[in-house]
């Protein structure tokens, strides 16, 4: 049913119905949080031997580095190499950082930001710059870009990746435009995977800017829910190009093991890993070696970490599903709310009636329900049509969802007549 094909009256009787079911949710007391893709605790317990399978004997490592002590800058080699064969790339290239690969994020953009690369001229020192944008998207990436103070042009997503006509168009004549943001699997937030021809034309683009850089956060690699997507590998791609120092590639164990405990990886073309390595020397003098033994001995190989992650989808996934049958139970009408069921990663991503979305985020958190900030998934958290929400299944209990969602689609259907009225002229 549509409610654009309600008379008025019907939709102000409709409308009488929705708020006599949001009254009782005001006084229940609610402090839910459905915004940020959180492991939840049952997944965390999945690790727990990680605080164990390290002993005395583990202290040097096969090159013969004391793990207790400096040096080893750039990872261990038994790291490393875990990671080369997870994600396919040189082993050379890769540098282990800490626990967070968005800390990696940051610091690979405020070192081009400070010195350049490459021989360029540092973006600090350049004028009017711009990023390219995939929206909807990761607000964590775009509040760098609005830090610096760059221009953030919206690229739309399609469900095969960002709009490549649009990319090549702008990249290849404008050298202002310094990089784009990439969550290739499972994009953050509507899960959209992108397509081999995608991926091989962001690797041999033709771009004005030299010093141009593909932000490739590769989060939810293994984060398969209903169905493994296998990403084209862009690196491989970029050789085929002479385009490997194009792309800064992260991933992290963050929603593998324990994000506040994790492992991540930068990896480039070999003269911008040189480049970053040398750079590092003036940060750090090694990171967290004992931690990075400790994943190596748990994670094993990347068959292991593959049959750990169908453990995790046992426990995401019934979220999932959750989310997906009560958005359909309870939304009476089709034209209120669309959203994709994505086969992996983290979020559910939904889009309200045009102009609804800040409204009904407003009523839900009114009653004590957080979901994600209006426009989060936007620069400037301007959405231009304001509709777009992402739902976080992932931390809530089972129970939690099953209050916070349908208090959700109460919100949307409320948000969605009222709009409806207003364009017909009434006041609501």
Same mark, same amino acid.
């Given at each position: 049913?549509? #409610?654009?094909?309600?008379?008025?009256?019907?939709?102000?009787?409709?409308?009488?119905?929705?708020?006599?079911?949001?009254?009782?949710?005001?006084?229940?007391?609610?402090?839910?949080?459905?915004?940020?893709?959180?492991?939840?605790?049952?997944?965390?317990?999945?690790?727990? !031997?990680?605080?164990?399978?390290?002993?005395?004997?583990?202290?040097?490592?096969?090159?013969?580095?004391?793990?207790?002590?400096?040096?080893?800058?750039?990872?261990?080699?038994?790291?490393?190499?875990?990671?080369?064969?997870?994600?396919?790339?040189?082993?050379?290239?890769?540098?282990?950082?800490?626990?967070?690969?968005?800390?990696?994020?940051?610091? #690979?953009?405020?070192?081009?930001?400070?010195?350049?690369?490459?021989?360029?001229?540092?973006?600090?020192?350049?004028?009017?710059?711009?990023?390219?944008?995939?929206?909807?998207?990761?607000?964590?990436?775009?509040?760098?870009?609005?830090?610096?103070?760059?221009?953030?042009?919206?690229?739309?997503?399609?469900?095969?990746?960002?709009?490549?006509?649009?990319? !090549?168009?702008?990249?290849?004549?404008?050298?202002?435009?310094?990089?784009?943001?990439?969550?290739?699997?499972?994009?953050?937030?509507?899960?959209?995977? @992108?397509?081999?021809?995608?991926?091989?034309?962001? #690797?041999?683009?033709?771009?004005?800017?030299?010093?141009?850089?593909?932000?490739?956060?590769?989060?939810?690699?293994?984060?398969?829910? @209903?169905?493994?997507?296998?990403?084209?590998?862009? @690196?491989?791609?970029?050789?085929?190009?002479?385009?490997?120092?194009?792309?800064?590639?992260?991933?992290?164990?963050?929603?593998?093991?324990?994000?506040?405990?994790?492992?991540?990886?930068?990896?480039?073309?070999?003269?911008?890993?040189?480049?970053?390595?040398?750079?590092?020397?003036?940060?750090?003098?090694?990171?967290?070696?004992?931690?990075?033994?400790?994943?190596?001995?748990?994670?094993?190989?990347?068959?292991?970490?593959?049959?750990?992650?169908?453990?995790?989808?046992?426990?995401?996934?019934?979220?999932?599903?959750?989310?997906?049958?009560?958005?359909?139970?309870?939304? !009476?009408?089709?034209?209120?709310?669309?959203?994709?069921?994505?086969?992996?990663?983290?979020?559910?991503?939904?889009?309200?009636?045009?102009?609804?979305?800040?409204?009904?985020?407003?009523?839900?958190?009114?009653? *004590?329900?957080?979901?994600? !900030?209006?426009? #989060?998934?936007?620069?400037?958290?301007?959405?231009?049509?304001?509709?777009?929400?992402?739902?976080?299944?992932?931390?809530?209990?089972?129970?939690?969802?099953?209050?916070?969602?349908?208090?959700?689609?109460?919100?949307?259907?409320?948000? *969605?007549?009222?709009?409806?009225?207003?364009?017909?002229?009434?006041?609501?």
């Amino acid at each position: 049913m549509r #409610a654009q094909d309600l008379t008025t009256q019907q939709l102000k009787d409709k409308l009488a119905q929705l708020w006599a079911a949001y009254e009782p949710y005001r006084t229940m007391g609610l402090d839910l949080n459905v915004s940020r893709g959180l492991p939840c605790t049952q997944q965390l317990e999945l690790n727990m !031997e990680m605080f164990h399978i390290l002993d005395e004997e583990d202290c040097i490592s096969e090159e013969g580095a004391d793990i207790r002590n400096y040096g080893v800058m750039y990872g261990l080699v038994e790291c490393r190499r875990l990671f080369s064969e997870l994600l396919n790339l040189p082993i050379d290239n890769i540098i282990i950082g800490g626990n967070s690969s968005f800390n990696l994020i940051y610091d #690979a953009f405020c070192r081009i930001w400070c010195f350049g690369t490459l021989g360029n001229e540092p973006w600090c020192r350049q004028k009017n710059l711009k990023f390219l944008c995939p929206v909807p998207g990761y607000d964590c990436h775009f509040r760098i870009t609005e830090a610096f103070g760059f221009e953030m042009i919206n690229i739309p997503m399609h469900e095969d990746g960002p709009d490549m006509d649009m990319i !090549e168009r702008l990249v290849a004549d404008d050298p202002t435009i310094k990089g784009i943001w990439c969550v290739p699997l499972y994009s953050n937030p509507q899960g959209y995977c @992108y397509s081999d021809e995608v991926v091989t034309r962001l #690797a041999k683009m033709k771009t004005a800017a030299p010093d141009f850089r593909i932000f490739w956060d590769n989060a939810y690699v293994v984060h398969h829910l @209903y169905k493994e997507h296998t990403l084209k590998n862009i @690196y491989t791609e970029a050789e085929k190009y002479g385009n490997t120092d194009r792309i800064l590639y992260f991933a992290s164990t963050a929603k593998i093991t324990f994000p506040g405990a994790a492992v991540s990886v930068i990896a480039s073309g070999d003269r911008s890993i040189a480049e970053i390595k040398e750079q590092l020397k003036l940060q750090i003098f090694s990171h967290d070696k004992i931690n990075q033994m400790r994943h190596v001995k748990y994670l094993k190989s990347p068959e292991h970490i593959k049959e750990h992650m169908r453990q995790v989808a046992e426990i995401i996934r019934p979220r999932f599903d959750l989310v997906d049958g009560l958005l359909h139970e309870k939304m !009476e009408f089709e034209d209120l709310l669309t959203w994709f069921k994505p086969d992996g990663g983290y979020f559910i991503t939904v889009d309200t009636y045009p102009g609804c979305a800040a409204r009904a985020l407003e009523l839900t958190k009114a009653v *004590g329900v957080m979901m994600a !900030e209006p426009g #989060a998934t936007y620069p400037y958290h301007k959405d231009p049509n304001d509709t777009n929400v992402r739902l976080a299944p992932t931390k809530p209990a089972i129970e939690e969802l099953e209050l916070a969602i349908p208090l959700f689609c109460l919100c949307v259907q409320i948000a *969605g007549i009222e709009q409806i009225l207003r364009e017909r002229g009434e006041q609501v």
